[in-house]
């Protein structure tokens, strides 16, 4: 197969190794902050860990650093919503923390591929980046890892809407040519077959929280299905425009 589907680190530890490129998808919402901030002209640094030590990684890359959503200031307004970052003055350099996302883009830059942000907001903008580069093909395998959150104990919980994100990528690719595993061709199907993707985003178990934490408009801004170009691609570390 030249195409697989996966779940989380775990996964992306276990089926980067073998792929010329790996997608992160992380829709709520670090891969669509990252969309939002390289749209904006920042390079994005992510970083696995929001704790003392992402500050330092900060001060290490000259960057800014990316702080909870309830700890943004008038004075220091950058935080993993992508409704703050596209409201706030964009710098040059951001470092967005994010144990899911950020983790992924880590394990899959570990193994030398190539790595590629997709949200809903870009999915056919990545899909025909890939496709143009020959990525999903027998020379150069392609791995789509959907993020997921977390339960309190740590453990995985799929997440629809990063469900959804890998198989808008996948059906997009899909085709007479393109050898997808199982996963991958349920992940595209269940894409094909969601009438309202937006609703879906709403209403599903992330959406409601984002809702009831008081970030509506982080929901609102990730349902804007196919309104971005930008394609971020690794590069040294952070985040930036596809050549």
Sequence with gaps: ???????????????????????????????????????GGAAVYPYRWRD?????????????????????????PWTL??????????????VLPSPNG???AAEAAAS???????SLRNHSAVA??????GHGTAGRPLAVIASGERWPDGSLRPALEDLLGAGAVLSALAGPHTRMTP??????????????????????????????YGFPQ??????ETDSSTTVPVLVDGAFQEAP
């Design 1 to 39: 197969m030249t195409v697989s589907f996966g779940w989380g680190p775990v996964e992306a530890r276990a089926l980067a190794p073998a792929a010329a490129c790996v997608v992160v998808v992380d829709v709520l919402s670090f891969t669509t902050s990252v969309g939002v901030a390289v749209e």
């Design 52 to 76: 003392a030590t992402a500050a330092a990684y900060a001060r290490e890359k000259d960057a800014v650093l990316a702080v909870g959503r309830r700890e943004a200031t008038g004075a220091h």
């Design 81 to 94: 919503s992508p409704a703050a970052l596209r409201a706030a003055p964009m710098p040059s350099r951001l």
């Design 102 to 104: 950020s983790t992924i």
């Design 112 to 118: 030398g591929a190539v790595v590629v942000a997709a």
């Design 128 to 133: 025909r980046w890939l496709a143009d580069r």
């Design 183 to 212: 996963e991958a061709t349920a992940a595209a199907t269940l894409w094909d077959a969601t009438e309202d993707p937006v609703a879906a985003l709403h209403g599903c178990d992330s959406g409601r929280e984002l809702y009831e």
């Design 218 to 223: 982080d929901v609102a801004v990730a349902a």
